[in-house]
């Protein structure tokens, strides 16, 4: 991934853990020392919500749309593979408000975030490697099989007092299939359906505001796509198009040190959250467009994944939803050989 896209995907992750990570549940359970009633609940509610809000639209940015950008039916069989470089943004809306960690006696209290238009980035390397030709059945041939991996990087971010650190080589490999249910001919589209997973590298992250610290271990996001697409090509001009369904995964192990007044006593809390995960489902549906030979395609793609189930929160978001649909666009460079 390149700088700016690390940076932007630092600063998201930096919204969800400034409040801390949450699951899907309206209180988390918390474990809070020493123990004051209702004091983190605030806190609790405001993580879930950020996570509710933010997570998605990273997940929507990992899982993309065609597995390989242009292509829709598989490669023909051993010995024949592709590369493709490629980066995919999501059109986001990120939190802009500052919102302080704060204990309240009387519980959870909902504040606005904001929201502003901000990209949602991020980049891989993928390649798919023909295994099976299929069966010839007239001009076609079905049932070729192609093995998709790929890669996804995460680079270190230090923005001001946020500092983002991936674990081990801050890279996550992706794997998954490909089968033809045409072979593009002459005469015939390719057509195919695939599984591929993805993942983020697993990441450690440190947030402080003021006195507050917070500490995220072990953040990890993964997306598992099904997709059914559609292609063929015109000398130098290719089309595809293609729907599928997201199903993206994320968890963290979470603490935080708050130093606030509380009724006018001065309060350390520690908090700890439990092991966190959340996972949402999407519909997704994009098109293609490609320039080139066979050899080497310039592809641009769009796409729009469709809203998840509706995330109520006390917290606001200048009145968009949690879980909303979101319009994501991808560039690559597909290389055949």
């Known amino acids: 991934m390149n ?48 996570f509710a809000f933010v997570v998605p639209q990273v997940g929507v940015a990992l899982s993309g749309g065609n597995p390989v950008l242009g292509e829709g039916g598989t490669l023909g069989g051993w010995g024949k593979r592709s590369v493709t470089f490629r980066v995919t943004a999501v059109d986001g809306r990120l939190p802009v408000k500052s919102v302080p960690l704060t204990l309240q006696r009387s519980g959870a209290v909902g504040d606005d975030f904001g929201a502003d238009r901000a990209p949602v980035p991020m980049a891989s390397i993928d390649a798919a490697i023909g295994v099976l030709t299929g069966i010839p059945v007239g001009v076609t041939n079905v049932g070729g099989v192609d093995l998709l991996v790929g890669a996804t990087a995460v680079p270190t971010v230090k923005k001001g007092s946020f500092d983002l650190e991936p674990d081990g080589r801050g890279i996550a490999f992706s794997y998954g299939a490909r089968i033809g249910l045409l072979q593009e001919s002459s005469f015939v589209p390719g057509i195919s359906v695939s599984y591929l997973r993805r993942a983020l590298p697993s990441m450690d992250a440190n947030s402080t505001t003021t006195n507050d610290t917070v500490q995220v271990r072990n953040v990890s996001l993964t997306s598992q796509a099904l997709r059914l697409v ?94 909303e649909a979101y319009t994501y666009g991808s560039a690559g460079l597909t290389v055949r050989f």
Do not use: H
């Open 230 to 323: 559609a292609s063929k090509r015109f000398v130098f001009i290719g089309l595809a198009a293609g729907i599928g369904q997201d199903k993206i995964t994320g968890n963290a192990d979470l603490s935080a040190v708050v130093n606030e007044p509380l009724l006018g006593t001065s309060q350390r809390v520690a908090i700890t959250f439990p092991t966190l995960r959340e996972s949402v489902t999407r519909n997704t549906a994009f098109v293609n467009a490609s320039l080139g030979l066979s050899a080497a395609r310039l592809v641009v793609e769009i796409g729009r994944s469709n809203a998840g189930t509706v995330r109520e929160t006390l917290n606001t978001f200048d009145g968009r939803r949690a879980n």
């Open 3 to 50: 700088g700016g896209a690390g940076v932007v995907i630092g600063a998201t992750l930096m919204f969800v853990t400034s409040a801390a990570l949450g699951a899907q549940a309206v209180s988390p359970q918390c474990t809070v020392t020493p123990a004051v009633a209702g004091s983190a609940l605030d806190i609790c509610r405001k993580a879930a919500d950020l």
